[in-house]
């Protein structure tokens, strides 16, 4: 037995239970199976670089993959809806009574009616996946008008992850922030009712659950195995 | 100290009085039901020294049966006093709650964090730019003197970490928070035991037990009056209308555990689990607003968005330094803090997370300490700091100063309007449909400062014995020549008077069977027409009717 714990590397084992019992890994295969195989092999390595610091250019080049996956069928067209302009026209009204030339210039016009919208609308879906109900109680008690909110994780993993999240982010810190940056900054390109979700979370969600159950798991001494 | 911190704090100080105070009686623009209904009971005090129900001493406000925490109410007397009865009165206690707030930050963080003024500064700073605290003290809100409560007693209980005496006020604040807002009835407790039992080698030594003992023993008679009308209903009168846990909610949103063993409690322990988690997503705090139009402002939600980077760095300092007395009650109170509110079925409540919010604000105010301490050189510092200021002072006074004003007519403009149009028709009758608006009655009640005398008599008479355990009295605000009530479509329209509403109070149908005509219309401060003003032709309308001759009502015109 002590042979067999020995072989079986745990933290893969746990991380592999995790994406097994996640309906988000079974929904991805269901409507896209190379994101799918694509994220889960993301999972391994980014899981692997942040325990074992090994394969990093793999990592980077699983996560350009699924960004170019993900932007092909994702890729958010909408960033300047037609009821946004009508709004927008309304409060160049306040804004020219507020600040005069100061605003109704070339430049302050041009920002106002092109830059902004596109950057209110970048901003929106960077942080959709930015929120913890999105993943554990299908965006509830907000749920977001006109998406398909579908399950990703059992409300039961909650405790696993923080415990993860909480111990992952003060040992490897700069990874988890880069990674997280980096996904937050895609995801900006992503419409926020992608019918996968945020996919490139993926990695970061199942690695923070498995490292939690881990910490929990080890306190159980037939479990117990070095770190 | 040396001059340039005492102008640095003199600075941040005027920087929160300015923003709390300038134009704080037109924008927002109204007053709440909240608002109205603590201003007239200040004023009726102020005069009678009962409130509008003619109860002496109230231990909660009555008012229409939700039961107001009381301190915000006393404490307004003084302004009513001083400044007449008006909306600036009656936000005024508020305004200087926010403020109070801001010293309280700058104390808390400078004693608790090694004397670190640029620290302190720097926190007391963003309590008084953040959009939630900008919004949440230039409106009438028992929350913000609950905050100020909490935050005084939460800073004297660091203090009596070096020092016992501090215990006995520090108790004594969080027992006079829990008077003051629904959140801190828990939050205090909580915060008190968690205090004891995270310091308990200190609190409970041989030094600290006698100031212990009297610290606990004054924080128990202060919460006596709770006590006192706990069977009543009153005091849980709010968290009953707005729970989960009832078997219509279970039944309603409960899905398939309706029929799993069990299934109640899977239910609330998840419905739970979603409310408080709601609290801390980044997505919620930094970038979508509460979701009602009274507790955000538009485009700028509680935080600006820029704070998620600090405040993801102030979220790994918490956790590396979480041994340290400041940060273990910065943690403390960050996990407490949501758990009143997240007993509640609205999402993202802000208003009922403010000591949250303050404590949240308090790690950005980490995060950006760190950040800053990794930059090396100053004119990076000074420049980043000038630009991030400069972006959030400027999304404010859009956000807040141009678009709540122009776009958010939530605390019903278009309704105060109605009593200039009174002074056009001094000898008519004005009835104004409250379906939709259930404070129109109280705002017009303080904004005419009826007597309170005469609106004691009329609504104390309903109440008599029961003023904290009738629940389901309907009030009605007959103030002379304006009455605020549901429309009567078998009786208004049968006398000369001017009926008001918004497009479903009085249809197209209406109008031509009742025989009314239109007179007046009143906008929102957009310019867009929310109200009709229709004048009843009683003769007209027992002319029509086939058996009007019959209609005992038609008697006076026919």
């Not at chain 2, 956000?399 to 002074?423: P, Q």
Request: net charge positive; with cysteine; hydrophobic share 50%.
């Amino acid at each position: 037995m002590k042979d067999l714990k020995d072989k079986i590397n745990l933290q893969l084992l746990t991380l592999l239970l995790t994406i097994a019992v996640s309906y988000w890994f079974w929904r991805l295969i269901f409507f896209d199976l190379l994101i799918a195989v694509t994220l889960f092999l993301l999972t391994i390595f980014l899981h692997r670089y942040i325990f074992y610091k090994s394969n990093l250019k793999i990592v980077i080049l699983l996560f350009v993959i699924a960004s170019v996956l993900t932007l092909q069928s994702g890729f958010d067209t909408s960033f300047k809806s037609a009821n946004k302009e009508i709004k927008l026209n309304e409060r160049h009204k306040y804004y020219y009574e507020y600040f005069g030339k100061l605003y109704a210039n070339r430049i302050g016009t041009y920002v106002y009616n092109n830059i902004l919208p596109i950057w209110n609308k970048f901003e929106k879906n960077a942080f959709s996946p930015l929120d913890l109900n999105l993943y554990f109680f299908n965006s509830h008690p907000r749920e977001r008008a006109g998406v398909e909110e579908f399950k990703k994780y059992s409300f039961l993993f909650i405790p696993f992850f923080l415990l993860g999240l909480v111990s992952l982010i003060t040992k490897r810190t700069k990874a988890i922030l880069v990674y997280l940056g980096a996904a937050a900054l895609t995801s900006g390109f992503i419409a926020s009712n992608y019918r996968l979700g945020p996919v490139l979370f993926f990695p970061l969600m199942n690695l923070f659950i498995a490292y939690g159950a881990i910490i929990v798991f080890s306190k159980i001494s037939m479990f117990k195995y070095k770190n | 100290m040396d001059v340039k911190k005492i102008v640095l704090l003199f600075l941040v100080i005027i920087t929160a009085t300015f923003l709390r105070f300038y134009q704080l009686d037109e924008i927002p623009s109204g007053l709440n039901i909240d608002e109205s209904s603590m201003g007239y009971n200040a004023y009726s005090l102020s005069v009678t020294g009962k409130d509008r129900y003619g109860e002496a001493f109230p231990i909660l406000f009555r008012s229409s049966g939700s039961f107001q925490a009381p301190i915000y109410t006393y404490l307004a007397v003084i302004p009513v006093k001083l400044f007449d009865a008006s909306v600036f009165s009656v936000r005024f206690v508020s305004a200087i709650s926010g403020i109070v707030i801001v010293l309280t930050t700058f104390l808390f963080v400078f004693l608790g964090v090694n004397r670190n003024f640029q620290q302190a500064a720097l926190a007391a700073f963003f309590v008084a730019i953040s959009p939630w605290s900008v919004l949440f003290t230039r409106v009438g809100t028992e929350a913000a003197p609950g905050l100020a409560l909490f935050s005084i007693g939460a800073l004297l209980c660091i203090l009596s970490l070096k020092r016992s005496m501090f215990l006995i006020p520090g108790m004594a604040m969080l027992g006079l928070a829990t008077h003051a807002y629904y959140s801190e009835r828990l939050i205090s407790i909580f915060f008190l035991a968690g205090f004891i039992f995270i310091f308990r080698k200190t609190i409970l030594s041989l030094n600290y037990r006698k100031t212990l003992i009297l610290g606990l023993l004054l924080f128990f008679i202060i919460l006596i009056p709770h006590l006192m009308i706990l069977n009543t209903g009153a005091l849980t009168r709010r968290l009953n209308q707005v729970n989960y846990w009832n078997d219509q909610s279970f039944n309603q949103n409960s899905g398939y555990l309706k029929s799993y063993p069990f299934g109640k409690t899977v239910y609330v322990v998840r419905e739970f689990s979603s409310q408080y988690f709601a609290y801390f997503s980044p997505k919620n705090l930094f970038f979508e607003p509460d979701p009602h139009g009274e507790r955000s402002i538009p485009d700028l939600s509680t935080f600006y968005s820029w704070m998620f980077i600090p405040f993801i760095f102030g979220f790994i300092t918490v956790l590396k330094r979480r041994s340290e007395p400041f940060i273990k009650i910065l943690l403390l109170t960050v996990l407490i803090a949501p758990i009143a509110a997240a007993l509640t079925t609205d999402p993202f409540h802000t208003i009922r997370v403010l000591v949250f919010l303050w404590a949240i604000t308090l790690v950005i105010t980490l995060g950006l300490s760190e950040i800053f301490n990794k930059l090396a050189k100053k004119l990076f510092k000074y420049s980043l700091g000038l630009i991030l200021l400069f972006i959030s002072l400027l999304s404010l006074y859009i956000s807040y100063f141009v678009l709540l004003n122009k776009e958010r007519g939530v605390f019903d403009y278009a309704y105060t309007k109605v009593l200039d149009k009174t002074e056009e028709f001094p000898d008519k009758k004005f009835i104004v449909d409250s379906s939709r608006q259930l404070g129109a009655g109280i705002r017009y009640a303080f904004y005419k400062k009826y007597n309170p005398h005469e609106l004691q008599q009329k609504l104390g008479a309903n109440i008599a014995n029961n003023y904290y355990s009738n629940f389901e009295i309907e009030e009605s605000y007959d103030l002379g020549n304006i009455e605020s009530k549901a429309i009567e479509w078998e009786n208004d329209i049968y006398k000369d008077q001017i009926l008001i509403g918004d497009n479903l109070a009085i249809s197209e149908g209406q109008i031509k069977e009742h025989k009314l005509g239109q007179v007046f219309t009143i906008s929102d401060r957009s310019g867009k027409v929310v109200l009709w003003g229709y004048l009843t032709h009683p003769k007209d309308k027992c002319l029509s009717e086939k058996e009007g001759h019959l209609n005992k009502k038609c008697d006076k015109w026919l």
